[in-house]
């Protein structure tokens, strides 16, 4: 992989896995409309490794004070501060990893195709836009039900369609069940630090056990570029998404679904 091709595809990757466009669908069609060969397992790897550091490092503190009530609520076992929220952080992974290790076993490939994200970028998209519109957005994350956690579980499961985006439909999940738009992004950018570890981790073992070559310039630099790009989109995403609202990716999505589905 040249410099550009690198670059290129880790910062789509670090930028579209946090906004609610699909970076799976994005990273699927890019190199067919440039014509640029497969990344290949192991940069897959690395550029999520970059999005996965980027999230953690902007969460550092929320991270911190989850974990130290988590295991404090463990030891005296009652809830402590913020250790609800751990727990909801692990319960609404489950249905998504469950799902991702059963399609992983049966393989992927017919969900790949121009038609299937052209599809799911146009209907989750709407899915998005209704949610934007009729949802109350009265809560916070912290008030979130054991129902709610579940429900918003079961739609992150859905992200391993390319073309649903994983924040997008957590989001979406989020703000119908009365979060506001910031609460469901803060929401759905934690839940995505465990599934982007186990997936990362999952096609790291697959990558060691099919001996793929391993080019430690692009890989590192893939990291580098995906971890910057992932921050600045989080970062910015936060402090604008309450004043401008879901329509911009709504449109977006239409777009770039129509013109797929009017490609094929």
Request: glycine residues 10%; aromatic residues 8%.
């Amino acid at each position: 992989m040249d410099i550009v091709h690198v670059v290129v595809l880790a910062l789509v990757q670090g930028l579209t896995e946090f906004l609610p466009i699909s970076s799976s669908g994005h990273l699927v069609l890019l190199p067919h409309v440039v014509n640029w060969p497969d990344q290949g397992l192991a940069f897959d790897v690395a550029v999520h490794v970059g999005s996965l550091l980027a999230v953690m490092f902007y969460f550092r503190r929320d991270l911190h004070v989850i974990i130290v009530d988590w295991l404090s609520a463990i030891q005296v076992r009652r809830p402590v501060g913020q250790s609800r929220l751990g727990w909801a952080i692990i319960v609404a992974t489950i249905p998504g990893g469950a799902l991702g290790y059963l399609l992983n076993s049966i393989g992927t490939d017919a969900l790949r195709s121009p038609l299937v994200i052209g599809v799911a970028t146009v209907f989750f998209g709407l899915l998005l836009w209704w949610a934007d519109y009729a949802g109350k957005q009265t809560r916070t994350e912290s008030e979130l039900s054991w129902r709610d956690v579940v429900l918003i579980g079961a739609a992150q499961a859905l992200a391993l369609i390319p073309g649903t985006s994983r924040s997008g439909v957590t989001i979406t999940a989020g703000m119908v069940l009365g979060l506001t738009r910031s609460a469901a992004a803060r929401f759905s950018f934690l839940l995505s630090i465990p599934l982007i570890g186990a997936a990362g981790l999952l096609q790291g073992l697959e990558a060691i056990e099919a001996g793929a070559a391993t080019d430690w310039i692009s890989l590192v630099a893939g990291t580098a570029a995906a971890a910057v790009s992932a921050y600045i989109c989080i970062h910015f995403f936060l402090k604008l998404i309450e004043r401008i609202g879901m329509l911009p990716f709504v449109i977006y999505r239409m777009v770039l679904g129509g013109a797929i589905l009017l490609l094929l």
